[in-house]
Nanobody, 116 residues
Framework: QVQLVESGGGLVQPGGSLRLSCVAS????????MRWYRQAPGKQREFVAI???????NYVEFVKGRFTISRDNAKNTVYLQMNSLKPEDTNVYYC??????????WGQGTQVTVSS
């Protein structure tokens, strides 16, 4: 069982930045592919970004050039640097770990609100 704890959310003005962190329990973090998802009230959860065990990254089109996913295996942590934030980026953001055995783990989410 892997526990994921997100942090770093909050209220920010349009154009501002936030960095989300997600810390995983256990000793197998380096073997997990990590993703960030987000969900707004009344909407389906949507994929945001992925980073593989080898460090390859990919993003959904509407965050490309603004968001950066990274990982620090020594700290069991994945990050999501979010710049040039827009009101439509207001969501609950979740980190997800997918292990080589096919198991998937979700964090509890952290709220990001972009508003003036």
């Amino acid at each position: 069982q892997v526990q994921l704890v997100e942090s770093g959310g909050g209220l920010v003005q349009p154009g501002g930045s936030l960095r989300l962190s997600c810390v995983a329990s256990g000793s197998s973090f380096s073997t997990y592919t990590m993703r960030w998802y987000r969900q707004a009230p009344g909407k389906q959860r949507e994929f945001v970004a992925i980073i593989t065990t080898g460090g390859t990254t990919n993003y959904v089109e509407f965050v490309k050039g603004r968001f950066t996913i990274s990982r620090d295996n020594a700290k069991n942590t994945v990050y999501l640097q979010m710049n040039s934030l827009k009101p439509e980026d207001t969501n609950v953001y979740y980190c997800v770990a997918a292990g080589p055995d096919g198991r998937v783990y979700w964090g509890q989410g952290t709220q990001v609100t972009v508003s003036s």
